[in-house]
């Protein structure tokens, strides 16, 4: 499937996150983890594309930056109605996450995790190169304490050789209580074979609703530019 993303909106504030019309109630996913994990670069290793701003400093990104992604048709018609959203958060501290982690968690992002209706998998990341935190399982408590779908991925995979990858994964595993974490290199993009399985996996994500996922539109717009994102 060719997608093609379209940037939605920057929201501070729990009243600015986007509205079911504009968003034909896709199913959402939410990136998230500490800061300077790697969520910007993973999304815009996903789509190929800059999309996300990347940070140099720790803590750049302040909002939760909304993006569509549409279908692009063979005919190269980009279709009305958005496949996915993905939702880049801000990070977390690095001190101890709670419930309330900072003002901003408590704040907007807290309620974004336990009470928006199209959240449909939130997308964890834990950095590869450093031992498993506290914070991250922290987070991972809290969306089993919300009953949040979710998936570990491993960022910047390619600082590590195949042997210490490999021990890093397992001792994540292990800390984080999960069956299995998508090692991923944002800098390889596509060519990784981690963010493959990853696409595979979003793909897949559904909204718990029958209704909304039987929905089937064939609108399309204008024809596909370049940049699309093909995974
Ligand atoms: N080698 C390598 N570096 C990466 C990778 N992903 C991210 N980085 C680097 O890590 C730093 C932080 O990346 P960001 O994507 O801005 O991290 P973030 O989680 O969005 O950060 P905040 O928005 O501040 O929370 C940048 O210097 C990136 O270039 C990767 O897969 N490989
Ligand atoms: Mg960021």
């Known amino acids: 499937m060719r997608l093609k993303a379209r940037f939605l909106l920057s ?24 800061s300077n994990v790697g969520k910007s670069s993973l999304i815009n290793g996903l789509l190929g594309d800059v999309q996300a701003r990347v940070s140099s ?40 996450i709670s419930r309330s982690i900072s003002a901003e968690w408590s704040g907007f992002i807290d309620p974004y ?17 450093i031992p498993p935190q506290d914070s991250d399982k922290a987070l991972i408590d809290f969306l089993r304490s919300i009953r949040r779908e979710f998936v570990v991925v ?18 994540l595993k292990r800390d984080l ?6 090692a991923c ?21 559904r909204v718990d609703d029958p209704e909304t996922t039987e929905q089937e539109s064939t ?8 940049g699309d994102t093909a995974p």
């Open 57 to 96: 400093t720790p803590g750049r990104t302040r909002s939760i930056n909304f993006f569509a992604l549409h279908e692009v048709t063979p005919a190269g018609q980009v279709r009305q109605k958005p496949e996915l959203i993905f939702a880049d958060l801000p990070g977390y501290g690095y001190a101890k």
């Open 113 to 129: 995790l336990t009470n928006r209706e199209q959240l449909a998998l939130c997308c964890c990341l834990v950095d590869t190169n």
């Open 185 to 205: 290199s944002a800098k390889l993009g596509k060519q990784d074979k981690g963010m493959k399985a990853l696409w595979t996996r979003l793909l897949s994500t």
């Open 177 to 182: 209580g999960v069956p299995e974490v998508i």
């Open 154 to 171: 491993g960022t910047k995979s390619d600082r590590l050789s195949n042997n210490t990858l490999a021990k890093s994964l397992a001792a």
């Open 219 to 226: 609108e399309v717009e204008e024809p596909a530019e370049s």
């Open 11 to 34: 929201a501070f504030a729990e009243d600015q996150f986007p509205a079911v019309s504009r968003t034909s109630s896709a199913p959402e996913i939410a990136f998230l983890g500490r």
